[in-house]
């Protein structure tokens, strides 16, 4: 039996890597030739229709699967309600059985059953829509990893490059609820990240209110705190979600953890 091909580019559902001691890591663009196996590895996301792709070759037809949920090769329906363990958040009631499309990926790191690619398809969706937005959505990501210095290198080329960085520290999830940046590290509790975006974009907190090692790590990063244009300044801690929720509310839904923030006032008050 013949082995199946891309539905994208009709190319064997493999992909070549460097012939070196890394051999495998990162994703390159779909195989160009069938012949060099020997130097490539499986790259094959099969859908719950049977039909296969290439990674990107499926990310290439994010706005298709996002928008119909069927299989842009022969139309299937994708969609599934049953995808695996439950996801619920106990505090802010995400749904238990989100919308799922479950594919079956071999990679060069193995094979996983039950990948749920629908989010990822429709964060490329979204890009695709919203090019401009791409550095705000990696900005949240990494405030959701905790990825302090990452957040710190990306705002700093952001600058370099003449963006508005204000725009991107106080920017809200489409995708998540319109959650800030902010809410995100308090929910995914980071507490280094939520200190750094206090510092940078909570104006109305002199800054002998920040404990010494949050302040000793902004100098060490040669971050600077925005300042408080008069009539134009957003406090981070004043955003709210799309259900109207603020930062302070998250963080007193989630106490414990977060009351010795909530007691000092550093996130608000009512």
């Not at 705002?155 to 106080?170: F, M, N, P, S």
């Not at 600077?224 to 801690?237: E, F, K, W, Y």
Request: negative net charge; glycine residues 6%.
């Amino acid at each position: 039996m013949a082995e199946p091909l891309c539905k994208v580019c009709e190319e064997p559902l493999l992909v070549p890597v460097e012939d070196s001691d890394d051999e495998g890591q990162g994703q390159a663009g779909p195989s160009s030739s069938s012949s060099s196996r020997a130097n490539t590895v499986p790259d094959d996301l099969e859908f719950p229709c049977g039909c296969h792709y290439h990674w990107q070759c499926a990310l290439d037809q994010s706005s298709h699967i996002a928008l119909h949920l069927t299989c842009p090769s022969c139309d299937a329906h994708l969609v599934s309600n049953n995808a695996g363990p439950s996801v619920t958040n106990p505090v802010f009631h995400t749904s238990q059985n989100p919308a799922a499309v479950l594919c079956r990926y071999s990679s060069d790191g193995g094979v996983e059953e039950s990948y749920n690619i629908l989010p990822v398809l429709t964060e490329e969706a979204f890009l695709e829509s919203h090019p401009t937005e791409r550095r705000h959505r990696a900005f949240l990501t990494m405030c959701g990893e905790g990825d302090v210095l990452g957040t710190v290198d990306l705002l700093k080329d952001a600058a370099a490059d003449g963006d508005d960085v204000r725009t991107i520290v106080l920017y809200r999830d489409a995708l998540a609820g319109g959650k800030s940046a902010l809410q995100i590290a308090l929910e995914k509790n980071h507490e280094e990240v939520v200190w750094l975006l206090l510092y940078l974009a909570s104006p109305r907190m002199p800054t002998e209110a920040f404990p010494d090692e949050a302040i000793a790590a902004a100098m060490s990063m040669e971050v600077d705190r925005m300042p408080a244009d008069s009539g134009a300044a957003v406090d981070i801690t004043e955003l709210r979600d799309d259900e109207g929720r603020s930062a302070l509310e998250y963080a007193r839904a989630l106490a414990p953890t977060w009351d010795r923030l909530v007691h000092a006032g550093v996130l608000g008050s009512h």
